[in-house]
Protein backbone atom coordinates (compact mmCIF):
# COMPACT_ATOMS: atom_id res chain seq x y z
CA UNK A 1 0.00 0.00 0.00
CA UNK A 2 1.37 3.35 -0.70
CA UNK A 3 1.62 5.83 1.57
CA UNK A 4 -0.40 9.12 1.81
CA UNK A 5 2.07 10.97 4.24
CA UNK A 6 5.27 9.92 4.95
CA UNK A 7 7.63 11.65 7.46
CA UNK A 8 11.55 10.53 7.76
CA UNK A 9 13.38 11.54 10.53
CA UNK A 10 11.31 14.82 11.36
CA UNK A 11 12.53 17.06 14.32
CA UNK A 12 11.43 20.05 15.60
CA UNK A 13 13.12 22.32 18.05
CA UNK A 14 11.98 25.53 19.68
CA UNK A 15 15.28 27.31 22.29
CA UNK A 16 16.58 24.09 24.02
CA UNK A 17 13.47 21.88 23.65
CA UNK A 18 13.06 19.06 21.06
CA UNK A 19 9.66 18.83 21.20
CA UNK A 20 10.05 16.32 18.17
CA UNK A 21 12.66 14.81 18.07
CA UNK A 22 13.45 12.30 14.40
CA UNK A 23 10.38 10.88 13.91
CA UNK A 24 9.67 8.46 11.12
CA UNK A 25 6.44 6.94 9.81
CA UNK A 26 4.09 6.35 6.46
CA UNK A 27 0.59 6.54 7.00
CA UNK A 28 -1.14 4.22 5.05
CA UNK A 29 -3.38 5.92 1.41
CA UNK A 30 -7.11 5.79 3.10
CA UNK A 31 -6.14 4.19 6.25
CA UNK A 32 -6.70 5.70 9.82
CA UNK A 33 -3.86 6.13 11.60
CA UNK A 34 -3.56 6.46 15.38
CA UNK A 35 -0.75 9.31 16.87
CA UNK A 36 0.06 8.79 20.95
CA UNK A 37 1.36 9.52 23.52
CA UNK A 38 1.78 11.70 26.71
CA UNK A 39 0.86 15.23 27.62
CA UNK A 40 3.78 17.36 25.89
CA UNK A 41 4.99 13.95 24.01
CA UNK A 42 4.79 16.42 20.60
CA UNK A 43 1.61 14.89 18.62
CA UNK A 44 0.06 18.40 18.22
CA UNK A 45 3.86 19.73 16.72
CA UNK A 46 4.02 17.01 14.34
CA UNK A 47 0.47 18.19 12.85
CA UNK A 48 1.94 21.71 12.98
CA UNK A 49 4.58 20.70 11.29
CA UNK A 50 2.39 19.00 8.35
CA UNK A 51 0.47 21.85 7.81
CA UNK A 52 3.07 24.23 7.61
CA UNK A 53 2.84 25.79 10.62
CA UNK A 54 6.42 25.41 11.29
CA UNK A 55 9.43 24.51 9.08
CA UNK A 56 10.66 21.43 10.56
CA UNK A 57 14.20 21.94 11.88
CA UNK A 58 15.12 18.71 10.47
CA UNK A 59 13.86 16.02 8.46
CA UNK A 60 11.04 15.57 5.06
CA UNK A 61 7.72 15.24 4.72
CA UNK A 62 5.87 14.38 1.88
CA UNK A 63 2.31 13.87 1.23
CA UNK A 64 1.56 11.47 -2.40
CA UNK A 65 5.24 11.61 -2.87
CA UNK A 66 5.73 15.13 -3.19
CA UNK A 67 7.82 17.18 -0.94
CA UNK A 68 5.77 19.61 1.73
CA UNK A 69 7.71 20.10 4.95
CA UNK A 70 8.94 24.15 5.05
CA UNK A 71 5.88 25.21 2.26
CA UNK A 72 3.43 27.56 3.68
CA UNK A 73 0.30 26.63 5.03
CA UNK A 74 -1.85 27.69 2.39
CA UNK A 75 -0.42 25.78 0.19
CA UNK A 76 -0.17 22.53 1.88
CA UNK A 77 -3.90 23.07 2.39
CA UNK A 78 -4.76 23.68 -1.10
CA UNK A 79 -2.89 20.17 -2.27
CA UNK A 80 -5.23 18.57 0.35
CA UNK A 81 -4.29 18.56 3.87
CA UNK A 82 -6.84 19.72 6.73
CA UNK A 83 -6.77 19.52 10.48
CA UNK A 84 -8.87 20.82 13.14
CA UNK A 85 -7.19 21.94 16.11
CA UNK A 86 -6.84 20.85 19.44
CA UNK A 87 -8.31 23.85 20.94
CA UNK A 88 -11.63 24.49 19.54
CA UNK A 89 -10.80 27.50 16.53
CA UNK A 90 -14.35 28.64 15.71
CA UNK A 91 -15.98 32.12 15.02
CA UNK A 92 -18.36 31.86 17.90
CA UNK A 93 -20.20 35.06 17.43
CA UNK A 94 -21.01 33.57 13.51
CA UNK A 95 -23.62 31.06 12.94
CA UNK A 96 -22.92 27.40 12.18
CA UNK A 97 -23.30 27.37 8.70
CA UNK A 98 -21.37 30.42 8.53
CA UNK A 99 -18.75 28.86 10.09
CA UNK A 100 -18.55 25.81 7.63
CA UNK A 101 -18.98 28.25 4.55
CA UNK A 102 -16.02 30.14 5.47
CA UNK A 103 -13.77 27.37 4.35
CA UNK A 104 -15.11 27.33 1.14
CA UNK A 105 -13.35 30.09 -0.61
CA UNK A 106 -10.47 28.16 -1.01
CA UNK A 107 -12.49 25.46 -3.40
CA UNK A 108 -14.81 27.59 -5.00
CA UNK A 109 -14.14 27.99 -9.12
CA UNK A 110 -15.89 31.78 -9.45
CA UNK A 111 -13.12 33.90 -9.54
CA UNK A 112 -12.90 37.56 -7.73
CA UNK A 113 -14.52 39.16 -10.61
CA UNK A 114 -17.14 36.71 -10.46
CA UNK A 115 -17.82 37.53 -7.33
CA UNK A 116 -17.79 41.40 -7.79
CA UNK A 117 -20.04 41.47 -10.61
CA UNK A 118 -22.10 38.65 -9.53
CA UNK A 119 -21.74 36.07 -12.38
CA UNK A 120 -24.49 33.08 -12.68
CA UNK A 121 -21.59 31.30 -12.28
CA UNK A 122 -20.60 33.29 -9.01
CA UNK A 123 -24.43 32.21 -7.53
CA UNK A 124 -24.18 29.00 -9.21
CA UNK A 125 -21.28 28.12 -6.59
CA UNK A 126 -22.72 29.81 -3.79
CA UNK A 127 -25.60 27.75 -4.06
CA UNK A 128 -23.67 24.73 -4.49
CA UNK A 129 -21.36 25.55 -1.29
CA UNK A 130 -24.58 26.24 0.58
CA UNK A 131 -25.58 22.60 -0.18
CA UNK A 132 -22.50 21.10 0.46
CA UNK A 133 -22.04 22.64 3.79
CA UNK A 134 -25.71 21.82 4.75
CA UNK A 135 -24.98 18.43 3.63
CA UNK A 136 -21.76 18.02 5.91
CA UNK A 137 -23.96 19.78 9.32
CA UNK A 138 -26.51 17.26 8.36
CA UNK A 139 -23.64 13.92 8.32
CA UNK A 140 -23.06 15.68 11.83
CA UNK A 141 -26.74 16.03 12.76
CA UNK A 142 -26.43 19.80 13.17
CA UNK A 143 -28.47 20.79 10.23
CA UNK A 144 -30.97 21.78 12.88
CA UNK A 145 -28.85 24.13 14.08
CA UNK A 146 -27.29 25.87 11.11
CA UNK A 147 -28.44 29.45 12.10
CA UNK A 148 -27.95 29.07 15.88
CA UNK A 149 -24.23 31.06 17.10
CA UNK A 150 -21.39 28.61 17.17
CA UNK A 151 -20.49 29.54 20.82
CA UNK A 152 -23.98 28.26 22.10
CA UNK A 153 -23.34 24.91 21.01
CA UNK A 154 -22.36 22.47 23.62
CA UNK A 155 -18.63 21.42 23.76
CA UNK A 156 -18.95 18.03 21.56
CA UNK A 157 -20.85 19.65 18.58
CA UNK A 158 -18.65 22.39 18.40
CA UNK A 159 -15.89 19.84 18.09
CA UNK A 160 -18.23 18.44 15.31
CA UNK A 161 -18.50 21.43 13.57
CA UNK A 162 -14.87 21.77 13.20
CA UNK A 163 -14.66 18.61 11.26
CA UNK A 164 -17.04 19.44 9.44
CA UNK A 165 -15.75 22.76 8.51
CA UNK A 166 -12.16 20.90 7.68
CA UNK A 167 -14.42 18.74 5.30
CA UNK A 168 -15.53 21.53 3.42
CA UNK A 169 -11.72 22.00 2.00
CA UNK A 170 -12.43 18.37 0.18
CA UNK A 171 -9.32 17.09 1.96
CA UNK A 172 -7.07 13.92 1.11
CA UNK A 173 -5.83 13.54 4.37
CA UNK A 174 -7.38 14.56 7.46
CA UNK A 175 -5.82 15.78 10.53
CA UNK A 176 -7.83 15.23 13.65
CA UNK A 177 -6.16 16.74 16.87
CA UNK A 178 -8.58 15.21 20.10
CA UNK A 179 -11.80 15.13 18.04
CA UNK A 180 -13.48 13.52 20.98
CA UNK A 181 -11.66 15.70 24.22
CA UNK A 182 -14.95 16.73 26.10
CA UNK A 183 -17.52 14.05 24.53
CA UNK A 184 -18.79 11.41 27.02
CA UNK A 185 -18.88 7.67 26.08
CA UNK A 186 -21.80 7.44 24.04
CA UNK A 187 -20.85 10.26 21.69
CA UNK A 188 -17.20 9.12 21.42
CA UNK A 189 -18.39 6.06 20.12
CA UNK A 190 -21.13 7.68 17.48
CA UNK A 191 -17.43 10.00 16.60
CA UNK A 192 -15.72 7.07 16.32
CA UNK A 193 -18.17 5.64 13.74
CA UNK A 194 -18.07 8.64 11.93
CA UNK A 195 -14.55 8.63 11.32
CA UNK A 196 -15.43 5.27 9.65
CA UNK A 197 -17.80 6.40 7.60
CA UNK A 198 -16.08 9.68 6.35
CA UNK A 199 -12.95 8.20 5.39
CA UNK A 200 -15.30 5.71 3.34
CA UNK A 201 -17.64 8.20 2.07
CA UNK A 202 -14.89 11.21 1.00
CA UNK A 203 -11.80 8.46 0.47
CA UNK A 204 -10.07 10.23 3.03
CA UNK A 205 -6.52 8.88 4.72
CA UNK A 206 -7.02 10.38 8.48
CA UNK A 207 -4.43 10.67 11.28
CA UNK A 208 -5.97 10.68 14.96
CA UNK A 209 -4.64 12.57 17.78
CA UNK A 210 -6.82 11.38 20.67
CA UNK A 211 -6.23 10.53 24.40
CA UNK A 212 -9.53 8.72 24.63
CA UNK A 213 -8.54 5.21 24.02
CA UNK A 214 -11.73 3.81 23.39
CA UNK A 215 -11.92 5.71 20.14
CA UNK A 216 -8.45 5.07 19.37
CA UNK A 217 -8.30 1.34 19.66
CA UNK A 218 -11.83 1.11 17.76
CA UNK A 219 -11.02 3.27 14.46
CA UNK A 220 -7.08 3.12 14.36
CA UNK A 221 -5.32 0.08 11.70
CA UNK A 222 -2.24 1.47 12.84
CA UNK A 223 -0.70 3.05 15.57
CA UNK A 224 2.43 5.26 16.26
CA UNK A 225 3.15 6.25 20.35
CA UNK A 226 5.55 9.05 21.34
CA UNK A 227 6.91 9.94 24.12
CA UNK A 228 9.06 13.23 24.87
CA UNK A 229 9.49 13.66 21.36
CA UNK A 230 10.74 10.16 20.48
CA UNK A 231 9.23 7.38 19.18
CA UNK A 232 8.12 4.47 21.85
CA UNK A 233 5.86 2.05 19.86
CA UNK A 234 4.64 1.77 16.56
CA UNK A 235 2.17 -1.35 15.71
CA UNK A 236 -1.34 -2.67 15.40
CA UNK A 237 -3.33 -1.34 18.13
CA UNK A 238 -3.76 -4.59 20.07
CA UNK A 239 -0.20 -4.65 20.33
CA UNK A 240 0.61 -1.39 21.17
CA UNK A 241 -1.98 -1.50 23.83
CA UNK A 242 0.13 -4.07 25.82
CA UNK A 243 3.90 -2.55 25.07
CA UNK A 244 5.47 -2.23 28.74
CA UNK A 245 6.23 0.96 27.35
CA UNK A 246 3.01 2.16 26.02
CA UNK A 247 1.75 1.05 29.44
CA UNK A 248 4.19 2.97 31.51
CA UNK A 249 4.74 5.97 30.23
CA UNK A 250 1.06 6.32 28.70
CA UNK A 251 -1.57 4.04 30.15
CA UNK A 252 -0.65 3.64 33.16
CA UNK A 253 -3.05 1.52 35.44
CA UNK A 254 -6.32 3.67 34.47
CA UNK A 255 -8.83 1.17 34.08
CA UNK A 256 -11.98 2.78 35.40
CA UNK A 257 -12.69 -0.17 37.94
CA UNK A 258 -8.98 0.40 39.13
CA UNK A 259 -10.72 3.55 40.58
CA UNK A 260 -10.78 3.85 44.32
CA UNK A 261 -13.69 5.51 45.63
CA UNK A 262 -13.05 7.98 48.31
CA UNK A 263 -16.06 9.39 49.20
CA UNK A 264 -16.81 7.21 52.28
CA UNK A 265 -14.66 9.94 54.01
CA UNK A 266 -17.13 12.76 54.82
CA UNK A 267 -15.11 15.32 56.26
CA UNK A 268 -17.39 18.13 54.99
CA UNK A 269 -18.86 20.03 57.83
CA UNK A 270 -22.89 21.28 57.98
CA UNK A 271 -21.75 24.62 57.17
CA UNK A 272 -23.33 25.47 53.43
CA UNK A 273 -20.41 27.88 51.72
CA UNK A 274 -22.09 27.56 48.21
CA UNK A 275 -25.99 28.06 47.90
CA UNK A 276 -27.87 28.30 45.01
CA UNK A 277 -31.26 28.94 44.68
CA UNK A 278 -33.26 28.68 41.13
CA UNK A 279 -30.93 29.96 39.26
CA UNK A 280 -32.25 30.41 35.58
CA UNK A 281 -30.36 30.84 32.40
CA UNK A 282 -31.50 32.11 29.00
CA UNK A 283 -29.19 31.52 25.60
CA UNK A 284 -31.20 34.15 23.49
CA UNK A 285 -34.66 31.85 22.94
CA UNK A 286 -32.81 28.69 24.65
CA UNK A 287 -33.62 27.86 28.51
CA UNK A 288 -30.09 26.54 29.36
CA UNK A 289 -31.01 26.42 33.21
CA UNK A 290 -34.60 26.09 34.27
CA UNK A 291 -34.01 26.87 37.64
CA UNK A 292 -31.08 25.16 39.17
CA UNK A 293 -30.63 24.78 43.00
CA UNK A 294 -28.25 23.12 45.01
CA UNK A 295 -25.64 23.44 47.61
CA UNK A 296 -21.27 22.84 48.53
CA UNK A 297 -20.77 22.56 52.55
CA UNK A 298 -17.24 23.42 53.59
CA UNK A 299 -15.04 20.68 52.79
CA UNK A 300 -16.70 18.95 50.48
CA UNK A 301 -16.17 17.75 47.02
CA UNK A 302 -19.67 18.10 44.72
CA UNK A 303 -19.55 16.71 41.32
CA UNK A 304 -21.92 17.93 38.65
CA UNK A 305 -22.28 15.19 36.12
CA UNK A 306 -25.30 14.98 33.14
CA UNK A 307 -25.07 14.84 29.20
CA UNK A 308 -23.48 16.82 26.99
CA UNK A 309 -25.31 19.94 26.61
CA UNK A 310 -27.35 19.52 29.97
CA UNK A 311 -25.98 22.55 31.62
CA UNK A 312 -23.17 21.92 33.66
CA UNK A 313 -20.67 24.61 32.71
CA UNK A 314 -23.23 27.35 32.26
CA UNK A 315 -24.01 26.28 35.84
CA UNK A 316 -20.61 27.25 36.70
CA UNK A 317 -20.11 30.09 34.75
CA UNK A 318 -23.48 31.61 36.52
CA UNK A 319 -22.23 30.72 39.58
CA UNK A 320 -18.71 32.41 38.72
CA UNK A 321 -20.85 35.73 37.18
CA UNK A 322 -19.11 35.09 33.95
CA UNK A 323 -23.05 35.34 32.01
CA UNK A 324 -26.15 36.92 32.41
CA UNK A 325 -28.58 35.09 35.18
CA UNK A 326 -32.32 35.69 33.82
CA UNK A 327 -33.32 34.57 37.92
CA UNK A 328 -32.38 33.35 40.89
CA UNK A 329 -29.76 33.58 43.63
CA UNK A 330 -26.13 32.41 44.67
CA UNK A 331 -25.24 33.13 48.25
CA UNK A 332 -21.13 32.44 49.07
CA UNK A 333 -20.35 32.12 52.79
CA UNK A 334 -23.90 34.11 53.29
CA UNK A 335 -23.21 36.64 51.30
CA UNK A 336 -25.80 37.19 48.20
CA UNK A 337 -23.25 37.81 45.34
CA UNK A 338 -26.17 39.36 43.16
CA UNK A 339 -24.12 42.71 42.05
CA UNK A 340 -20.51 41.34 43.02
CA UNK A 341 -18.75 41.48 39.47
CA UNK A 342 -16.60 38.12 37.89
CA UNK A 343 -13.43 39.45 38.80
CA UNK A 344 -14.37 40.54 42.24
CA UNK A 345 -14.36 36.55 43.10
CA UNK A 346 -11.37 35.83 43.60
CA UNK A 347 -10.96 38.12 46.42
CA UNK A 348 -14.04 36.75 48.10
CA UNK A 349 -12.82 33.52 47.76
CA UNK A 350 -14.12 31.66 44.72
CA UNK A 351 -11.61 30.34 41.41
CA UNK A 352 -12.38 28.57 38.89
CA UNK A 353 -10.64 26.79 36.03
CA UNK A 354 -12.45 27.01 33.19
CA UNK A 355 -13.66 24.80 30.43
CA UNK A 356 -11.18 25.79 27.58
CA UNK A 357 -8.35 26.88 30.25
CA UNK A 358 -8.04 30.10 29.12
CA UNK A 359 -4.65 30.69 30.03
CA UNK A 360 -2.87 33.65 29.03
CA UNK A 361 -0.75 33.02 25.94
CA UNK A 362 1.41 35.70 25.89
CA UNK A 363 2.81 35.59 29.34
CA UNK A 364 4.95 32.89 30.60
CA UNK A 365 3.89 29.94 33.32
CA UNK A 366 4.99 32.11 36.11
CA UNK A 367 3.68 35.09 35.07
CA UNK A 368 0.13 32.80 34.70
CA UNK A 369 1.00 31.91 38.43
CA UNK A 370 1.45 35.15 39.49
CA UNK A 371 -1.81 36.28 37.54
CA UNK A 372 -3.38 33.66 39.69
CA UNK A 373 -2.13 35.07 43.00
CA UNK A 374 -2.63 38.70 41.94
CA UNK A 375 -4.88 39.20 45.32
CA UNK A 376 -2.31 37.99 47.64
CA UNK A 377 -0.02 40.30 49.09
CA UNK A 378 2.77 38.69 50.67
CA UNK A 379 5.19 37.43 48.62
CA UNK A 380 6.23 34.65 50.85
CA UNK A 381 2.54 32.95 50.70
CA UNK A 382 3.00 33.27 46.74
CA UNK A 383 6.48 31.54 46.96
CA UNK A 384 4.67 28.81 48.96
CA UNK A 385 2.09 28.26 46.67
CA UNK A 386 4.15 28.70 43.26
CA UNK A 387 6.45 25.76 44.64
CA UNK A 388 2.97 23.67 45.66
CA UNK A 389 1.79 24.39 42.36
CA UNK A 390 5.10 22.93 40.75
CA UNK A 391 4.97 19.71 43.18
CA UNK A 392 1.74 19.48 41.87
CA UNK A 393 2.54 19.21 38.25
CA UNK A 394 6.46 18.86 37.98
CA UNK A 395 6.11 19.89 34.21
CA UNK A 396 5.22 23.24 34.77
CA UNK A 397 8.34 23.73 37.06
CA UNK A 398 10.28 22.32 34.15
CA UNK A 399 8.78 25.28 31.64
CA UNK A 400 8.32 28.35 33.83
CA UNK A 401 9.57 30.74 31.05
CA UNK A 402 7.98 29.25 28.36
CA UNK A 403 5.04 31.25 27.12
CA UNK A 404 1.56 29.77 28.17
CA UNK A 405 0.59 29.65 24.45
CA UNK A 406 2.88 27.48 23.27
CA UNK A 407 2.34 24.94 26.13
CA UNK A 408 0.53 21.63 24.56
CA UNK A 409 -3.15 21.12 25.26
CA UNK A 410 -2.29 19.15 28.55
CA UNK A 411 0.16 21.13 29.87
CA UNK A 412 -2.29 24.42 29.36
CA UNK A 413 -5.13 22.16 31.57
CA UNK A 414 -2.09 21.54 34.20
CA UNK A 415 -1.79 25.42 34.11
CA UNK A 416 -5.13 26.56 34.54
CA UNK A 417 -5.67 24.52 37.58
CA UNK A 418 -2.40 25.72 39.20
CA UNK A 419 -3.02 29.20 38.38
CA UNK A 420 -6.86 28.60 40.29
CA UNK A 421 -5.10 27.15 43.13
CA UNK A 422 -2.88 30.29 43.55
CA UNK A 423 -5.47 32.40 45.18
CA UNK A 424 -5.91 29.88 47.71
CA UNK A 425 -9.59 30.02 47.00
CA UNK A 426 -11.97 28.78 50.03
CA UNK A 427 -14.03 27.54 46.83
CA UNK A 428 -12.35 25.39 43.72
CA UNK A 429 -14.39 25.67 40.77
CA UNK A 430 -12.83 23.06 38.18
CA UNK A 431 -14.76 22.41 34.49
CA UNK A 432 -13.56 19.09 33.37
CA UNK A 433 -10.18 18.46 34.58
CA UNK A 434 -9.63 15.57 32.69
CA UNK A 435 -10.07 16.75 29.38
CA UNK A 436 -6.85 16.54 26.77
CA UNK A 437 -4.86 14.67 29.73
CA UNK A 438 -3.22 11.30 28.97
CA UNK A 439 -4.73 8.32 30.65
CA UNK A 440 -1.84 8.13 33.28
CA UNK A 441 -1.83 11.60 34.15
CA UNK A 442 -5.88 11.90 34.72
CA UNK A 443 -5.01 9.20 37.65
CA UNK A 444 -2.77 11.81 38.99
CA UNK A 445 -4.96 14.45 38.25
CA UNK A 446 -7.95 12.80 40.27
CA UNK A 447 -5.43 12.29 43.30
CA UNK A 448 -3.80 15.64 43.35
CA UNK A 449 -8.10 17.16 43.43
CA UNK A 450 -8.61 14.36 46.73
CA UNK A 451 -5.41 16.22 48.37
CA UNK A 452 -6.48 19.93 47.31
CA UNK A 453 -9.72 18.59 49.08
CA UNK A 454 -8.06 16.87 52.18
CA UNK A 455 -6.26 20.27 52.79
CA UNK A 456 -9.31 22.20 53.14
CA UNK A 457 -10.22 23.57 50.01
CA UNK A 458 -14.42 23.02 49.08
CA UNK A 459 -14.19 21.78 45.41
CA UNK A 460 -17.59 22.08 42.96
CA UNK A 461 -16.23 19.75 40.10
CA UNK A 462 -18.33 19.11 36.54
CA UNK A 463 -16.61 16.57 35.01
CA UNK A 464 -17.97 14.16 31.82
CA UNK A 465 -16.12 10.92 33.34
CA UNK A 466 -19.13 10.10 35.57
CA UNK A 467 -17.45 7.07 37.19
CA UNK A 468 -14.54 9.31 38.05
CA UNK A 469 -16.51 12.07 39.32
CA UNK A 470 -18.69 10.12 41.61
CA UNK A 471 -15.35 8.08 42.51
CA UNK A 472 -13.64 11.52 43.76
CA UNK A 473 -17.04 13.23 45.27
CA UNK A 474 -19.33 13.39 48.24
CA UNK A 475 -22.35 14.17 46.96
CA UNK A 476 -23.29 14.70 43.54
CA UNK A 477 -26.33 16.49 41.93
CA UNK A 478 -27.77 14.77 37.82
CA UNK A 479 -28.73 17.76 35.78
CA UNK A 480 -30.78 16.53 32.94
CA UNK A 481 -31.17 19.41 30.11
CA UNK A 482 -31.05 22.59 32.56
CA UNK A 483 -32.95 20.77 35.67
CA UNK A 484 -31.85 18.33 38.86
CA UNK A 485 -32.69 15.21 37.74
CA UNK A 486 -30.97 13.58 40.72
CA UNK A 487 -28.78 14.46 43.79
CA UNK A 488 -27.27 12.45 46.66
CA UNK A 489 -24.54 10.61 48.23
CA UNK A 490 -22.15 10.29 45.49
CA UNK A 491 -21.97 6.30 47.08
CA UNK A 492 -26.02 6.22 46.35
CA UNK A 493 -26.15 7.57 43.11
CA UNK A 494 -23.17 5.68 41.90
CA UNK A 495 -25.03 2.38 42.61
CA UNK A 496 -28.54 4.19 41.70
CA UNK A 497 -29.47 1.99 38.02
CA UNK A 498 -30.76 5.31 36.89
CA UNK A 499 -27.57 6.82 36.58
CA UNK A 500 -25.54 3.92 35.39
CA UNK A 501 -26.65 4.58 32.24
CA UNK A 502 -24.65 7.40 32.71
CA UNK A 503 -21.36 5.96 32.75
CA UNK A 504 -21.87 5.00 29.12
CA UNK A 505 -23.17 8.33 28.48
CA UNK A 506 -26.21 7.10 27.97
CA UNK A 507 -27.62 10.32 29.51
CA UNK A 508 -30.11 9.53 32.97
CA UNK A 509 -33.11 7.04 32.62
CA UNK A 510 -35.77 8.83 34.93
CA UNK A 511 -38.28 6.19 34.35
N1 LIG B 1 6.37 27.17 20.15
C1 LIG B 1 6.85 26.46 21.16
N2 LIG B 1 7.83 26.93 21.96
C2 LIG B 1 8.32 26.21 22.98
N3 LIG B 1 7.88 24.99 23.32
C3 LIG B 1 6.90 24.46 22.58
C4 LIG B 1 6.32 25.16 21.47
N4 LIG B 1 5.35 24.38 20.93
C5 LIG B 1 5.34 23.26 21.67
N5 LIG B 1 6.25 23.30 22.66
C6 LIG B 1 6.53 22.24 23.66
O1 LIG B 1 6.80 21.05 22.94
C7 LIG B 1 6.24 19.91 23.61
C8 LIG B 1 5.35 19.18 22.64
O2 LIG B 1 4.13 19.90 22.51
P1 LIG B 1 2.86 19.36 21.72
O3 LIG B 1 1.85 20.43 21.72
O4 LIG B 1 3.30 18.83 20.41
O5 LIG B 1 2.41 18.14 22.66
P2 LIG B 1 1.22 17.11 22.50
O6 LIG B 1 1.82 15.76 22.30
O7 LIG B 1 0.27 17.58 21.48
O8 LIG B 1 0.59 17.12 23.97
P3 LIG B 1 -0.96 17.20 24.49
O9 LIG B 1 -1.45 15.80 24.50
O10 LIG B 1 -0.82 17.72 25.88
O11 LIG B 1 -1.69 18.11 23.59
C9 LIG B 1 5.49 20.44 24.82
O12 LIG B 1 6.25 20.23 25.99
C10 LIG B 1 5.32 21.93 24.53
O13 LIG B 1 5.34 22.68 25.72
MG1 LIG C 1 -1.65 18.40 21.57
Known amino acids: MSAALSLSGVEMVFGGLRAVGGVSF ?3 ERSIFGLIGPNGAGKTTVFNCVTGVYAPTKGAITFRGQRIDGLPAW ?25 VLVASHRVTRASLLDAIVRTRRYADDEAAMRRKALDLLKFFELDDNADQRASSLPYGDQRRLEIARALMLDPKVLLLDEP ?6 AEAKVLEQQIRTLRDRFDLTVVLVEHNMQVVMAACEEIHVMDRGETIAHGAPAAVQKDPKVLEAYLGAGHDNAIAATHTDASA ?4 LLDVKDLRVNYGGIQALKGISLEVRRGELVALIGANG ?6 LKAIARTLAVKSGSVRFAGRDLAGVEAHELVTL ?3 MAPEGRAIFPNLTVRENLEMGAYTVDDPKVVATRLDEAVTLFPRLGERMKQLGGTLSGGEQQMLSIARALMSGPALLMLDEPSLGIAPVLVDQIFEAIDRIRRKGTTILLVEQNTRRALAAAQRAYVLV ?4 ALSGTAEALANDPRVQGAYLGEGVHLD
Open 75 to 99: KIADLGIARTFQNIRLFGQMSVLEN
Open 26 to 28: DVP
Open 269 to 272: TADV
Open 310 to 315: AGKTTT
Open 349 to 351: GVA
Open 180 to 185: AAGLNS
Open 481 to 484: TGEV
